[in-house]
């Protein structure tokens, strides 16, 4: 009561906000009269010109007044279009680093030209960030001609460009992409070996265009770039055929849809395991043996596989391979794969080829990696239902613009009917009733599946129309373009499109690109353009007079965004329209969240069959539901957040160093305080301080000294002198390998040991940082059972995250001491970049093997460095030591001490 009446007094927050913008808005016009007086060459120098300014000390605040006015100027000379002042004041909302909310069709992209020129004059690189490969190149050749005709360079990122041609784009003033590449390209740079083979530069500033679906929707997974691991094809397809027989019994597993999980029941456990057995699956032991392990792994994955995702919803078969459906978009999710083996036991299910599973080279979250721009912004049409999110995840602000004209469209109650086919029959009359008085209608629907049913009644209507989903992915920019013309039916899964305006009477830049594409004779050509435009303009308002552009959603999303972005598509720019949701108590939302209440509640009202009930309360509830939904959502993504953090530090301290070793000329100072940092605890270990020389373990430390750096010693003679005690042992041990280094050096030359020392640090060090995030994901998998233990499962996995990470540090020191001091030469054999590990990228993770001889990068013919390390390949044999060498350093040792085989058997030292 107090609130509403304070706001109604002073203003909301965003009001307050708003009026500061606006007070600047005045002093830009005021300048529009000078701007248009000057020539064209006049106005592109003004940048040097505020360049200077800035070179002077000048702030981007001080010149923002002219500069926007000099991009407005520039926009209606080369575009034709003007920023209107509401889009001056969401400029100025996005140089300060927040949201700015802007309805659909207010233009959005125009209005980000205004904060990246006037960013882009410091010189250090401005990101503009979009959904896809499609939009990331029309808005930098629609909005490239604005920065061209000002004298700036622009650039765009997009999947599938070589490196030299990425290393370009980055270096112009402004660079347009997907939040995937420009993701994936950090993850790359630092798995480079040299400086100048990185693509990206620093980062300075960011706008993020439909930021609520990148920041929030697709923030939920890891990017993650993966490498080959051991193929394991044969068990996802022998453990498929076992599961597709198991989950035909519905008392053989528990289904949770609210938490989309899935578990076996004790049943279902018992038979599987005797499915499994006569299968030949399982040879020995029972189901939870642990070197049965893996077989579980698989067992759980497929049992996921076949009752947690179902194909033309979650994923299409095309083309022989499983393909991810972005569940906000519709759109296929190229190249990206599910993590942990998932997608493996869909390609089983679907009966695809199994592509070999991989292991994490790289990983990072989208909100660990947006927030290493200093400054960040976000635009999009939906954004104040998550601005809690965006707040204490990003530290970003929302501010709501106002419309350039009010909006007219009429969004009415929902309809709920008892079934699913109710519904869709009542869609089906009310669009064949639109279409008939040459009203266009969009179809918002949840997944291909349903949008298919509706296709089919509407074919049985024989209502012309145009489906867009996953399946019809290329021809998404053409149909929506058209979604606007007389009588058009549209039907859209989740949206697919945005970016896109929906014109009413159809797109007129697209339809005169087409018609008049083969038309080459002038007059014929000026002939069919004034027919095409006066046609467009007849269209317009007969879509108008019919009431605008009608917005039908087949179902409640479980975020109000969806619905919100699917009723934007109309009335824009003050264009009439309509928008309506029709819900049955089948639909997922309704089932798992409270159909059984309402379902009692409409057989007591007495709803009879093909008839729905409408009232506000209805759209009351609704959105109560979904204010739930929305909020576990954000708890389970603040969740992963807080355990990423804790790999994001020790990400960003091993990144930094990696950079450092990569930017000395030399490290041989840092691998000799390596070998000290391990020989010190090594001979500490074997002779304490203060202890008897009886007590000495010196033959223990001599087999030490030789396992770790190849050097024999008569450690134990010298331990038999006079006077001589731990520090004694320990600098006669440090002088010989010592010397024995600088021979080495010697023999090689200073110039090659430089660089061997260089290549040898930094591949150990990727070898080892592979190796971490491998434990690292083995321990965020069980850290939750903790809890059982009245432990707080976070405090307990940055305690152990961090132990191992110090762990990780000494093993790196450990092996960089032992490699070099083995490294040999194979003079025939010339130098070589290391060989580049075939890298998957999804939003999940793999790995590349250690490299047994070392591929050290440089220039021309020098030998090539062959070590001594053994090549894990050959197979390990528990009872033949000689072969445990091939053991994987993470896994158990051969000789069944139950330690894994770094600290058992591998130890180095």
């Given at each position: 009561?107090l ?23 005045p ?36 010149l923002?007044t ?7 100027e520039?926009s ?12 001056l004041?969401?400029g ?23 904060p ?19 939009l ?12 061209n ?13 070589d ?15 997907t ?6 390209d950090y ?7 040299r ?7 620093e980062?300075s ?7 609520d ?34 989950v ?25 395991e ?15 043996d ?12 497929s ?8 194909r033309d ?5 095309r083309?022989?391979q ?5 569940e ?5 999710m ?7 083996g998932l ?9 695809v080829?199994?592509q ?6 790289a990983?990072?979250t989208?909100q660990?990696y ?6 960040l912004?976000?635009m ?7 601005a ?9 602000d929302?501010l ?7 909006v007219?469209?009429?969004?009415e109650d ?9 519904k ?11 279409r008939?008085k040459?009203?266009?209608v969009?179809?918002g629907t ?11 009644l509407?074919?049985q ?30 039907i859209?899964?989740?949206?697919a ?13 697209v339809?005169?690109?087409r ?6 004779d ?10 095409i ?11 108008k ?15 109000r ?31 798992i969240?409270g ?9 007591r009202?007495g ?18 539901a979904?204010k ?26 091993l ?21 000290q ?11 304490p ?41 320990r ?33 150990t ?7 971490h ?5 083995h ?9 059982y ?20 540090l000494g093993?790196?020191k450990?092996?960089?001491?032992s ?17 580049m590990?075939?890298m998957v990228?999804s939003?999940a ?10 591929a050290?990068?440089?220039p021309t ?12 390949t050959?197979a ?13 350093r ?20």
């Amino acid at each position: 009561m107090l609130a509403s009446i304070a706001r109604a007094i002073f203003g909301s927050s965003n009001d307050r906000s708003l009026k500061g913008y606006q007070r600047r808005v005045p002093a830009i016009n005021a300048l529009e009269d000078g701007m248009k007086a000057l020539t064209d060459a006049a106005l592109a120098a003004k940048t040097v010109e505020f360049r200077a300014r800035l070179a002077d000390g000048a702030t981007l605040d001080d010149l923002l007044t002219e500069a926007f006015a000099v991009v407005r100027e520039a926009s209606r000379r080369t575009l034709g279009q003007r920023h209107f002042d509401v889009q001056l004041v969401g400029g100025m909302v996005l140089h300060d680093g927040k949201i700015s909310e802007m309805k659909t069709g207010e233009g959005k992209t125009l209005v980000a030209t205004l904060p990246v020129y006037l960013n882009a004059l410091a010189g250090q690189g401005v990101h503009v960030v979009t959904v896809n490969d499609y939009l990331a190149r029309r808005d930098a050749d629609w909005m490239g001609q604005v920065y061209n005709f000002l004298g700036l360079s622009y650039g765009v990122i997009v999947h599938g460009q070589d490196e030299d041609t990425k290393r370009v784009q980055y270096a112009a003033d402004i660079t347009y992409g997907t939040n995937n590449e420009f993701g994936f390209d950090y993850l790359r740079d630092n798995m480079k070996y040299r400086l100048e083979d990185m693509v990206q530069r620093e980062f300075s500033y960011a706008i993020v265009d439909e930021v609520d679906s990148i920041l929030i929707d697709e923030a939920r997974t890891p990017l993650i770039i993966s490498g080959p691991a051991e193929d394991s094809s044969d068990l996802y397809r022998q453990v498929d055929l076992v599961v597709k027989e198991l989950v035909k019994d519905p008392e053989t597993y528990e289904k949770d849809e609210k938490f989309k999980t899935v578990s076996l029941t004790e049943p279902g456990s018992e038979t599987v395991e005797e499915m499994l057995k006569q299968a030949e699956v399982l040879t020995e032991g029972n189901l939870y043996d642990i070197f049965n392990v893996s077989v579980v792994h698989h067992v759980q994955q497929s049992v996921r596989a076949h009752t947690l995702f179902a194909r033309d919803v979650d994923y299409i078969v095309r083309d022989d391979q499983v393909i991810i459906i972005d569940e906000f978009t519709g759109r296929m999710m190229q190249g990206r794969r599910y993590s942990e083996g998932l997608h493996q036991a869909l390609e089983a299910k679907e009966h695809v080829t199994v592509q070999a599973e991989n292991q994490t080279l790289a990983s990072i979250t989208f909100q660990n990696y947006f927030r290493l721009y200093p400054k960040l912004a976000g635009m999009t049409g939906t954004a104040l239902t998550e601005a809690d999110e965006f707040a204490e995840i990003y530290k970003l602000d929302v501010l709501e613009i106002p419309t350039n004209v009010p909006v007219t469209r009429k969004d009415e109650d929902d309809e709920v009917y008892r079934s699913a086919m109710e519904k869709y029959e009542a869609v089906a009359v009310l669009i064949a009733e639109a279409r008939e008085k040459g009203q266009p209608v969009l179809v918002g629907t949840t997944s291909i599946e349903k949008s298919e049913t509706i296709s089919n009644l509407l074919k049985q209507k024989k209502v012309p129309h145009a489906v867009l989903n996953a399946r019809f992915h290329e021809q998404e920019a053409g149909i929506v373009s058209q979604a606007g013309a007389p009588g058009a039916v549209t039907i859209a899964t989740n949206m697919a499109g945005r970016g896109t305006d929906i014109k009413l009477g159809g797109n007129l830049d697209v339809r005169l690109a087409r018609e008049l594409a083969g038309i080459e004779d002038p007059d014929a050509r000026a002939r069919r353009e004034a027919e095409i435009r006066e046609e467009n303009a007849a269209a317009h308002q007969a879509v108008k007079d019919a009431g605008g552009l009608f917005v039908i959603g087949t179902e409640r999303h479980e975020s109000r965004r969806i619905d919100n972005q699917l009723r934007g598509r109309s009335g824009r720019q003050g264009d009439p329209g309509r928008s309506r949701f029709f819900l049955s108590l089948e639909d997922d939302l309704m089932r798992i969240f409270g159909s059984d209440r309402m379902g009692g509640m409409l057989q007591r009202l007495g709803l009879k069959e093909g008839e729905a009930i409408v009232h506000p309360w209805i759209n009351k509830a609704l959105e109560k539901a979904q204010k739930k939904v929305e909020a576990r959502n954000f708890d389970t993504r603040k969740n992963v957040l807080k355990y990423d953090d804790v790999m994001n530090a020790q990400r960003k301290e091993l990144y930094a160093q990696r950079k450092e070793f990569m930017t000395l000329t030399e490290v041989t100072e840092t691998v000799a305080d390596m070998r000290q940092d391990v020989l010190a605890p090594m001979v500490a270990a074997r002779v304490p301080e203060k202890a008897f020389s009886e007590q000495w373990q010196l033959a223990e430390l001599a087999a030490d000294v030789e396992r770790l750096f190849n050097l024999a010693l008569p450690i134990e003679e010298w331990g038999q002198e006079d006077g001589i005690d731990e520090t004694g042992l320990r600098e006669r041990i440090d002088a010989a390998v010592e010397q024995m280094m600088a021979a080495k050096a010697a023999n090689m030359g200073p110039d090659l040991m430089r660089f061997i020392e260089k290549s040898l640090l930094i591949q150990t060090l990727d070898a080892v940082w592979k190796e971490h995030l491998y434990a690292l994901d083995h321990l965020r998998q069980g850290i939750g059972l903790r809890a059982y233990g009245q432990r707080d499962p976070l405090n307990e996995y940055k305690s152990e995250a961090f132990a191992m990470f110090n762990a990780m540090l000494g093993e790196l020191k450990e092996r960089v001491s032992s490699l070099l001091a083995r490294v040999e030469l194979a003079p025939d054999q010339p130098l070589a970049p290391p060989p580049m590990t075939r890298m998957v990228e999804s939003h999940a993770e793999p790995e590349s093997a250690m490299m047994s001889d070392l591929a050290l990068a440089e220039p021309t013919a020098a030998p090539r460095v062959v070590t001594a390390a053994p090549i894990r390949t050959a197979a390990v044999d528990p009872a033949d030591q000689s072969t445990w060498a091939a053991t994987p350093r993470n896994a158990p040792c051969p000789c069944g001490s139950g330690k894994k085989y770094k600290h058992c058997h591998g130890r180095l030292a």
